[in-house]
């Protein structure tokens, strides 16, 4: 029974992972850019929202409604004045761009937040701790059952935006040929810096929910960079859906590694990864296409 | 010249400079290393911590299992170097930021499956007690010369091969991949090369760091920060300079003697500059004193850049 519970658990964690991976994605997607600081600004919106609970008392779910406006902001504003300059210079500039910004960005928050651990789960009041009993062993908590849907539900309207909406067209006219999307009139550097403005604001969507799941710290963007890394590949590069199947791979690793040992619960989520990598390197779902 | 004179250096100068000029050592083998990667080779990689951490702890490993110090420095040092070969295998699969973070990953499970070992110190760290039987003015200079003759051969090697036939595929392969594959340069072979020559002098640099400061954690000398040291280096220096990573390193080592302990702002300052350099001065400071004055003190040649004067073609053939 402890298996099952160790699935499920795994299955609900995933859901974390696909949505703190489907910004990953969609940047990769569209930019091909692999954003090194895509952690970093998860963490840097789960702060945003704690200073806002902090000051004004609402439960973090409201207070995550203007700071994901400000991070589509962010998002924005960082393609057109950093990642739209290094893109021009060449395919290496915009990782150390990223990557330097990660830096510039942890340590900031390290300088004005301190190395104090902190955590909103006392904030959202039953959410986090009720859960489901289905049977003696199995629990299943509401908090990873609204996370999974969310993920659903971001994965699914991003999905609906790309295939239906004029600007999500655009965006994959513009992910598949820059030039010939310029011709019939996208302007691209809108496009990609729509994409990036989404990409952000998805990630401190899911820095949100892990301070609300869990603790943080301004060091733990890395570690919410390479768990959204492994999940897209896993899942396959340029799938969305292959993002969430990725993250529950993850996820469903990570518990059964737990369940033999807790300190095995990362090195298990590192280890299916690199065997991924090793037998197919396109990832499960993995498509040719930029973003399907 | 230059090396006879620093050779002598832990007899003329005292404890503190040796010490301080093994740090700048380590540092120029890491710039450098890096650089051969990312200048040569278009691999941006930022899991080089794994084989500094390796390194490190393949020295602790060896002399817990009775081997003296300095030859178990050398050993895990090749073994660094070894190791680096089967990861190749599986990194190079992945191109651009998909290898940056793959070989970030590799580096994480081997800082984990380290601490997870408690005849290693696990998380806490551990000490190389058995450089404790040298006096630390022996244990010094020992430690100095090894890095001196370290970087020195770790420089020549990296000379040797970016003259070698190897050295104008690489750049053919950092340029265009796959216009260097069509007219027949072995890509992966190429790329393989690089890969593990980095790890060897990673691990060189680890063993060194560890004999220096004789204390090690694996989440310091697994972490992530390295990595920030070598961009900066790299890119304020100059990348694809074979020079420039040398310049890189100096002025990080100044740099970290004046502002180390403004702590975390000396970080912002490293990322921002290396944000700056990145976007305005691709070729780093070294770039642009060659460019001003045409300057080249170890020319690995065959370059031609993004712009090609007749005169940097005519040098090429030279």
């Known amino acids: ?92 500039v915009p990782l150390l761009t990223t990557f330097g910004l990660a830096i510039v960005i942890q340590n900031l928050l390290l300088e004005i937040f301190s190395p104090d651990v902190r955590s909103l789960g006392g904030r959202t009041g039953g959410v986090t701790t009720t859960s489901w009993r289905i049977s003696g062993d199995l629990a299943i908590s509401k908090l990873g059952v609204l996370i999974l849907a969310v993920a659903i539900t971001v994965l699914g309207g991003l999905h609906l935006f790309l295939t239906h909406a004029p600007a999500g067209r655009a965006m994959r006219a513009t992910a598949q040929d820059v030039d010939t999307a310029e011709l019939v ?12 403005g989404i990409s952000v604001a998805v990630a401190a969507l899911a820095g949100a929910f892990l301070a609300i799941r869990a603790a943080f710290d301004p060091s733990s963007g890395p570690t919410q960079l390479i768990f959204a890394f492994e999940a897209v590949v896993i899942g396959g590069f340029g799938s969305l859906w292959g993002t969430l199947v990725g993250g529950i791979v993850l996820g469903v690793s990570q518990t059964i590694g737990a369940e033999i040992d807790p300190q095995y619960s990362i090195l298990a989520g590192h280890l299916v990864f690199l065997t991924v990598l090793a037998v197919r390197g396109r990832g499960i779902l993995g498509a040719r296409e930029a973003i399907a | 010249m230059l090396l006879v ?51 490190a702890y393949g020295t602790i490993y060896l002399a817990n299992h009775n081997v003296a110090p300095y030859p178990a420095l050398l050993l895990a040092t090749v073994f660094a170097g070894a190791v680096g070969l089967p990861v190749s295998y599986l990194v190079l699969r992945m191109r651009g930021g998909q290898f940056a973070i793959a070989t970030w990953v590799v580096a994480e499970v081997f800082a984990i499956v380290v601490s997870l070992d408690k005849s290693l110190g696990a998380g806490t760290g551990t000490s190389l007690i058995e450089l404790n039987r040298y006096t630390p003015d022996e244990r010094r200079a020992y430690t100095y010369w090894l890095a001196l003759g ?148 170890l020319p690995v040649g065959y370059r031609v850049r993004g712009l090609p004067s007749r005169a940097r073609a005519a040098e090429g053939d030279a």
């Not at chain 2, 450098?32 to 930022?46: D, H, P």
């Open chain 1, 1 to 92: 029974m402890n298996w099952v519970n160790a699935v499920v658990q795994g299955i609900l964690l995933g859901g974390f992972y696909a949505l703190l991976a489907c910004g990953l994605s969609l940047m990769f997607g569209v930019m091909r850019i692999i954003n090194l600081a895509h952690g970093d600004l998860a963490v840097l919106g789960a702060f945003l929202v704690w200073v806002a609970v902090d000051h004004t008392d609402v439960s973090p779910f409201l207070a995550l409604v203007p700071v994901l406006g400000l991070m589509y902001g962010v998002g924005y504003a960082l393609q057109r004045g950093l990642l739209e300059r290094s893109l021009r210079a060449g395919v290496l």
């Open chain 1, 185 to 196: 009139g996208i302007d691209s550097r809108a496009v990609y810096a729509r994409a990036a």
């Open chain 2, 5 to 55: 004179a620093l050779a002598f250096v832990p007899v003329l100068l005292g404890a503190n400079a040796t010490q301080k000029l093994t740090l700048l050592f380590v540092l120029v083998i890491l710039a450098a290393m890096w650089n051969a990667l990312a200048g040569y080779g278009g691999l941006v990689s930022v899991g080089q911590q794994a084989y500094i951490g390796l390194g």
């Open chain 2, 150 to 297: 370290a970087m020195t051969f770790l420089l020549a090697l990296l000379f040797v091969l970016l003259r070698s036939r190897l050295g104008a595929s690489l750049q053919a392969i950092r340029d265009d991949e796959e216009a260097a594959a069509s007219v027949g340069v072995r890509v992966m072979a190429g790329k393989r090369i690089l890969y593990v020559v980095a790890a060897l002098g990673c691990g060189a640099a680890g063993a060194i760091t560890l004999s220096n400061t004789l204390f090690i954690q694996p989440g310091s000398i697994f972490g992530i920060q390295w990595t920030a040291y070598m961009i900066f280096m790299v890119l304020v220096g100059g990348l694809g300079t074979f020079e420039g990573p040398i310049l890189g390193a100096i002025i990080l080592f100044l740099v970290q003697d004046w502002f180390a302990d403004r702590g975390v702002w000396y970080l912002v300052g490293l990322g921002l500059t290396a944000i700056l350099f990145a976007l305005l001065l691709p070729h780093g400071l070294w770039g642009a004193l060659e460019e001003r004055f045409s300057l080249r003190l």
